[in-house]
């Protein structure tokens, strides 16, 4: 199994920034794709960023393009996200994931795809 954990959430007002991060334990080596998904109260878990094995392969929901950079350290077993120019909008509880894909170039936005979740960490955004 592979056991996910979240830090570096918080409370910022709009147009800082914040870098998440997600360390990976457990069965490491069957980590394929890992992605960053979010939900507000009341509404559905949506897809943030997403990052292939390889890092070569990155795809990001609209919006957070251009603001979000998603990476990863393979050797630290560690994903990241740098989230700049924070909205309110970005308020959630954020979710690092982690699929078995053995495809080395590929990453899913679908959530349903995901093997590991982490807790989830807040990060909150006032205005």
């Known amino acids: 199994q592979v056991q996910l954990v979240e830090s570096g959430g918080g409370l910022v007002q709009a147009g800082d920034s914040l870098r998440l991060s997600c360390a990976a334990s457990?069965?490491?080596?069957?980590?394929?794709?890992m992605g960053w998904f979010r939900q507000a109260p009341g509404k559905e878990r949506e897809f943030v960023a997403a990052i292939s094995w390889d890092g070569r392969n990155i795809h990001y929901a609209d919006s957070v393009k251009g603001r979000f950079t998603i990476s990863r350290d393979n050797a630290k077993k560690t994903l990241y996200l740098q989230m700049n120019s924070l909205k309110p909008e970005d308020t959630a509880v954020y979710y690092c994931?982690?699929?078995?894909?053995?495809?080395?170039?590929?990453?899913?936005?679908?959530?349903?795809?995901?093997?590991?979740w982490g807790q989830g960490i807040q990060v909150t955004v006032s205005s």
């Open positions: 994931a982690a699929d078995v894909e053995d495809r080395n170039w590929f990453a899913s936005t679908i959530k349903a795809e995901y093997e590991y």
């Open positions: 457990g069965r490491t080596f069957s980590i394929g794709g």
